[in-house]
C-alpha cells in the first residue's frame, strides 16, 4: 500500500488523508481487477430460471451482495463488492425489484441493480391472438405473479367492462373485451398485477386508435366497436397487411348487398379450441354444422363481437376499405399467402387451384 500511495503522490494526486487514502484503495483494486476478468464476466451458474431480486430501501452494498450469494445468482459477495466499488456502482444500487439471472455475470448484475440496465417484463400482444392465446402466453412468462386464468376472468364475457371504454367505443353490455388488446410490445413493471396488463393494454388501445378514427368509424354509420370485429375477421383473413384494405372492401360490399360475409375465421372462433388448435382448418361440414352466432356462414352481417385483437393497419383498413367491386377472394396457389379478388361467383371458381 505504501508502493501505491507513492506512487499517487508523485502523479499528483492531492486531497485530505481520507480522499487520498481512498483514491489509493480504488486504484489497487483496480489493478487487482484487472487479472480476474474472466470471472467477473463469467456467469455463476450455466443453468438457471429468472429469479424477482429485491433491493431494499437503505440497503447497503455489502448486504445486497450477501443477498446475490443467497439468491444464488453471483458466488463470490468480495469479488462484487470490489467491481462495485471500482465502477462507482455500490453509490448508485437502487432500491426496487429485478429480474435476474445466475446466468449473467457480475458486470451485468452490477449494471442492472445501478438502473444502467433497467430491469422490466417484456411482453408482446400479437395481432391476431384471441384472449385464450393472450392467456397462454402470460402463463409462459415466469415473471408474471398472476395466471391467464386471472387474467381471463377479468377481460372475458361477464367480468365488468371499464365504463369509459365501452361508452366510447360502444361496446354491448356482457361483452367481452376481445379485440381490444392493441398489438404491441409492452415493458412492464415487475410488480404488475392482472388488472394492471389489462388497464395498460386498454390504455394503449384507445391511445393508438384515438378519437379521430373513432369519429371517422361513427361517420360510416360504424360504432368504434362494430369496425374493431371487422378489422379481427381482416386480420385473420390477410397474411399480408398490404391486403387489408382490399379484403375490407370485400366485406363492406358484402354487409352493403345483405350478403352474409362467409368468413373462415368466424368458424374457426365459433369452435373455441375443441379440435386442439384455436385456428385450426375447418371443413366444408363446418360452415353449416357448426351453429354458432359467430359463425358467419349461417348469420347474416358481422358476428356478436371481435374475434382476435386487429392491428392498427386492419382497424384502419375497416373504417377506410378500397373501394371496388369485389365480392370474393382466395388464396393463391403460389405459395406467396396473398390473394385473388373477384366480382362473380363464376369468376371466383375459375381462380381455385
Known sequence: MLLVLTLLAVLGWVGSDGQFLDQAQTALLRVQLRSR???????FSNEGTPTRFSIESGATAKQIAVDLVES????????????????????????GDYILDARQSIIEISEMLAGSIRSYIPFRSPAGARLEELAELIDSIDEFEFSGADFLALVDQGADLPVDLAAWAGIPAGASLEGYFYPDSYQLPLTISAEGLRDILLRTFRGGVGDNL?????????TLHQAVILASIVEREAVLWQEHK?????YHNRLATGMRLEADPTVQYALHGERGDWWVKITQDDYRQVVSPYNTYLVEGLPPGPIASPSLSAILAAIYPAESDYFFFRATCDGSYTHLFAVSFEEHMANAC
Open 246 to 250: 382490399e379484403i375490407a372492401g370485400v
Open 72 to 95: 444464488e445468482l453471483i458466488g463470490d459477495a468480495g469479488l462484487f463488492l470490489d467491481y462495485a466499488r471500482v465502477e462507482g456502482y455500490d453509490r448508485q444500487f437502487q432500491a
Open 37 to 43: 476478468q474472466t470471472e467477473l464476466q463469467a456467469p
Open 214 to 222: 373513432r369519429n371517422a368509424a361513427l361517420e360510416r354509420d360504424l
